[in-house]
């Protein structure tokens, strides 16, 4: 059985494509992205917020997503194939 984060990732699929082509092509363009929410602007480069954007989009959990895997792969532990 897959935990939430990862249930979460895989149903977000299409969606983080779509996302990631759009951000694609603005990272291609030497675009810069703004949080608004910063006290100073500052600008960094699409490729490095990119999948940080497309999580906190999703709502996923890198380190709750990365403990799923882990308890997965746990001697015992279901097999994800069959759920």
Do not use: Y
């Not at 308890?71 to 097999?79: F, K, S, T, V």
């Amino acid at each position: 059985m897959n935990g939430p984060m990862t249930q979460r990732l895989i149903a977000g699929e299409a969606e983080r494509k779509v996302l990631s082509m759009f951000l694609g092509s603005l990272g291609a363009q030497d675009l810069r992205i703004c949080a608004k929410d910063e006290l100073l602007g500052t600008w960094e480069p699409i490729a490095q917020t990119h999948q940080d954007l497309i999580d906190r989009h999703q709502q996923i959990d890198r380190g709750l997503l990365a403990a799923e895997r882990s308890a997965q792969l746990q001697p015992g532990a279901e097999c994800a194939c069959e759920s």
